[in-house]
Every structure is written in structure tokens, then in C-alpha cells.
């Protein structure tokens, strides 16, 4: 056989094999016989399986094989021999790709030219491959129909592979994802995890739209991105993406309908009357995997998912405006203001933070505080305003409203209203055991109570009111630490004490404005 016929394609040294970024079959060829790999690459030559063409990788041992397969698991298929550096190498290479390599997807074709030594009946039994061919049987025809059904039976096996890795995936991060509660980030959290199961390297965009009735203004809120469009903006006119890219969008709102083409997918989905969105995504290497009826599924579904967690998000913003609002409400009916409550609030919530107290607990603890002193209410207005000192009858009435207000409270099933209710009603206990309404001591009043015990109080002395003046911070540090296990918790007095500025400066951050 002459050489010019292969002068124009020269075998590749293992040592340089680079994966290339077009999509390819790759094809291992391991035989000890140079003629073997020139007349399979004339017969190969200009195949195409699914619109893909060959990418043929040469190498003459075994031990070559193990080396190139170490480094890359990429080849759809291999031609082997059987007799190369010993009578059985082939076989032991086979049994090496699927026993220690693990690799259960690459197609081997065993081919040998000694049949006697591998006889047909007992290879491929003992053995895990795909097809067995003697050399001098295997014709050019046979050649390229034994390679279309293994890379055509690889890919099917990819394809499951990658969609069983996408359900592992899925059901791992499941439970992550539904805890996410920010929109934003649960939108690009399920965005990822879309692409991850259309195995699609792409960057993407879900942009919500609300047409609003009276103006008829629109604004393109992103709610979720990925890749290159990771963005700070909430707004995608005033986002750094390209005009293109948003004049492409602006054109599937107008126009309500997909686009699709080679380079991306912009689908258009009417979620009421007056909303819609739109799903950008780019191929940034290929669409072979991308599934319009999945992306649909994606769209729809995270609509129906961020539209309620819109709604849950307008719930509790409702229900922590309506608790500083009571609360407010309160401080005005006794002449004190709004900055109270607020201040109150915030000193809770570095308290607990400094005690190292569960979140959750923290921001509910933030949010009951406005409602501890709710139980004034119902304290008359002559008593709630003296500028002087109570009478002892004055003073039995105004003690009255912790009991008031934990009672009120203690009627919501809130959980957040719960706690509101023990701060209401615990809230005058002293840590020695002289307050009320109860009496209690030490641990037997509940934490929350303890945390604005300390807080009311710390904020009250250094507060003007319509019966003294503002202390100062001396005065209010020696108060403190007098009241040590007395009136406070001595731990709740020392994260006061020891990190003063940061309680003072929440004063000065919200000041009283009379």
C-alpha cells in the first residue's frame, strides 16, 4: 500500500491529543498493525454519524490504551486487537476498561486476526464487549455499519446517563432549593439546575414583565440569571446586558410568541391577564440537548412558584409592618414615639445575635418587640400621661398591662405572635424574682423576656420622657451593672456593657423626633 494516499493525514501522537471543542465521535484505534489504523481511517473517512463527523485517535499497545484512557473518557467506541505486546493484551485491556476503569459506556469491538487464540464462543462470553470481527472478514461495508450502530448505541447510553445524573441531581438539591426563599435566587437556582438537565452550556435570562393598568408602564424585573448575565440589577433596562440581547426581548414581549434559532431559545409565557415572561437562553457551544417542551415546563412552573413566593413575601412584609405599626400606635397613645419601638427591636435582635441564638429565632424575636408593651391600651389615658410619680393604686393599674397584652397575643396561632405574647407578658419579671405579673426568677422567665427586659429598659432611660430626662452613658453603663442579677441577666448586662457603642450608636441611627 502506498503512503501519499495518507500523506495529507498523519497518524496523531497520544502525547498530543487535545479534546477539541467541536462536537465529534472520537474512535480509539489500539492495534500493534500501522496498516490496520491507515486502512481504517480510508474507510472512515468522511463518515458522519448524526450530522457529527469522526475523530480518530491511533495507538499500538496496550499499555499506550491505558495511559490515553486515564486522561480521557470522551471516545465513543474502540477497535481492539487481541494479539499485540502478548497473545491476550486486547482482552486484558477490555477487562481493565470495564472492571478497575468503570467505564460501561465506550463500545469495544474486538477484531483479531489469529482467531484460534480468542476463539469467538468464549470471548464473547467471558468478555464485556460489543462486537467481535476477524480481520479478514471484516469488510469496509461491515466496517461502517458495526461503527454507526456502537456510537448510535453509545449515544442512547449517554443520553440515559445524563439523564440519570440530572434526577440524582435534581432530587439532591431539591430540598436546598425549596428553602431558598429570596426570588432571585430561587430563580437562578432552578435555572441552573434546568440547563444542568438539558446537559446545556448556556448563559440565560428569566425576565418577568407587570403591565400596569393606569399608566400603562411595563417594567422587565429579572428574576433569575445565569452564566455571563449574572447581574446585580433587578431591573434589565438598567442592567449592563447588551442592547441586543434586549431588543431581542423586547421583540418576543411585543410580538407573544417564541423565537428560536442556532444561537438561542426566547420563549414568551402569559401568566395572567396583566404579567407575562420571557426565558432568554444562549447556546454557548450547541442546542443538540436543549428541550423547548422542558424549558416550558421550567417557565411555567417557576412562574407558578414566584408568584407565590411573592405572595408570601407581601404577607409578611403586611404582618412586620402591621406589628411596628400597633406597636407605634401604642407609643403614641403614651406620648413616647415610634423610634422606641424600632430601637427596641433592633437591641433585641444584636442581643440574640451576640448570644449566638438561631436565626430564625432572632428575626422573630425582631419582629415581636414592637408589641411587648401592647397591654397599654388599655391602661387610661390620665395614668399612661402623668408627668409625676404614680399613686400605689396608679401603680397596681399600670402594671396590669403585661397581663393585658400577653392575653391579647395569646390568641393568635402565629408563631411570631406567640413570642410577642411572652415578651408582652414576662417582660417586667426581674431576674431576682421581684417583678410582675407573675413573680418568676432566673430561667424560669423565658429568654425573650430576659433579652427585652434588658432592652426596654436600656433604651428608656436614655430616652427623653414626659417624667425625666435622658440619662446619660455613664449613668446608664453604672445602672446596668448595679442591676446585675438583680433586675438583669448578669450575661445580658456584660454584651451591653462591653460593646456599649454599638447599642448607643442604634440611638443615634434612630433618634426621637418630638
Not at 422542558?294 to 404577607?315: D, G, P
Request: hydrophobic letters at 40%; glycine letters at 4%.
Amino acid at each position: 500500500m502506498s503512503d501519499f494516499i495518507f500523506k495529507d493525514e498523519p497518524l496523531k501522537n497520544p502525547a498530543d491529543i487535545v479534546k477539541k471543542p467541536q462536537k465529534k465521535w472520537r474512535i480509539l484505534i489500539v492495534d500493534d498493525d500501522e496498516s490496520v489504523h491507515q486502512v481504517t481511517r480510508l474507510v472512515l473517512a468522511g463518515t458522519e454519524v448524526d450530522n457529527r463527523s469522526l475523530d480518530i485517535v491511533s495507538v499500538y499497545s496496550m499499555d499506550e490504551a491505558k495511559k490515553i484512557l486515564l486522561l480521557d473518557d470522551d471516545f465513543s467506541m474502540a477497535f481492539v486487537d487481541v494479539v499485540m505486546e502478548t497473545d491476550h493484551a486486547g482482552l486484558e485491556l477490555v477487562k481493565w476498561i470495564r472492571e478497575e476503569l468503570k467505564n460501561q459506556a465506550i463500545r469495544l469491538v474486538l477484531r483479531t486476526g489469529q482467531a484460534g487464540t480468542a476463539p469467538e464462543s468464549k470471548v464473547i462470553k467471558e468478555f464485556d464487549i460489543n462486537d467481535y470481527k476477524e480481520k479478514t472478514d471484516f469488510t469496509s461495508s461491515k466496517m461502517i455499519t458495526t461503527v454507526y450502530a456502537s456510537i448510535r448505541s453509545y449515544r442512547d447510553i449517554m443520553t440515559i446517563q445524563r439523564s440519570l445524573d440530572a434526577f440524582k441531581k435534581l432530587i439532591e438539591t431539591t430540598h436546598d432549593l425549596l428553602k431558598i426563599s429570596q426570588l432571585k435566587l430561587f430563580g437562578s437556582a432552578a435555572l441552573n439546575h434546568l440547563l444542568a438537565l438539558m446537559n446545556v452550556d448556556s448563559s440565560a435570562l428569566y425576565i418577568a414583565r407587570t403591565q400596569i393598568d393606569f399608566d400603562l408602564k411595563a417594567n422587565s424585573l429579572i428574576l433569575a440569571c445565569t452564566g455571563k448575565y449574572v447581574c446585580e440589577s433587578y431591573s434589565l433596562e438598567s442592567s449592563n446586558i447588551s442592547e441586543d440581547i434586549k431588543i431581542k426581548i423586547q421583540e418576543v414581549f411585543d410580538s407573544k410568541s417564541h423565537y428560536h434559532d442556532e444561537s438561542c431559545f426566547v420563549g414568551y409565557y402569559q401568566s395572567s391577564e396583566n404579567a407575562a415572561s420571557v426565558l432568554y437562553i444562549e447556546f454557548e457551544d450547541d442546542n443538540e440537548h436543549f428541550k423547548v417542551n422542558l424549558a416550558e415546563l421550567f417557565a411555567t412552573n417557576v412562574a407558578l412558584i414566584l408568584e407565590s413566593l411573592t405572595k408570601q413575601k407581601e404577607i409578611k412584609k403586611t404582618q412586620n409592618e402591621l406589628f411596628f405599626i400597633v406597636g407605634e400606635a401604642v407609643e403614641a397613645r403614651s406620648k413616647e414615639t415610634g423610634a422606641h419601638v424600632k430601637r427596641v427591636a433592633i437591641i433585641c435582635e444584636l442581643i440574640g445575635q451576640k448570644l449566638g441564638m438561631d436565626d430564625a429565632f432572632v428575626e422573630a424575636l425582631r419582629l415581636a418587640a414592637p408589641l411587648h408593651d401592647l397591654g397599654k391600651i388599655a391602661i387610661p389615658e390620665h395614668i399612661l400621661h402623668k408627668p409625676g410619680k404614680l399613686t400605689d393604686q396608679e401603680w397596681e393599674v399600670m402594671k396590669t398591662h403585661a397581663q393585658i397584652g400577653g392575653d391579647i397575643l395569646q390568641k393568635s396561632s402565629v408563631n411570631v405572635s406567640k413570642l410577642a405574647a411572652s415578651l408582652a407578658r414576662y417582660h417586667h419579671e426581674n431576674w431576682d424574682g421581684t417583678g410582675y405579673p407573675e413573680g418568676l426568677s432566673k430561667e424560669n422567665i423565658p429568654i425573650e423576656a430576659r433579652i427585652m427586659a434588658i432592652a426596654d429598659v436600656f433604651d428608656a432611660i436614655g430616652s427623653n420622657r414626659c417624667y425625666k430626662q435622658a440619662w446619660n452613658d455613664e449613668q446608664i453603663k453604672s445602672y446596668l451593672i448595679e442591676q446585675k442579677n438583680k433586675k438583669f441577666e448578669a450575661e445580658l448586662v456584660d454584651i451591653i456593657v462591653n460593646d456599649f457603642e454599638s447599642f448607643t450608636d442604634i440611638r443615634v441611627k434612630y433618634p426621637d423626633n418630638y
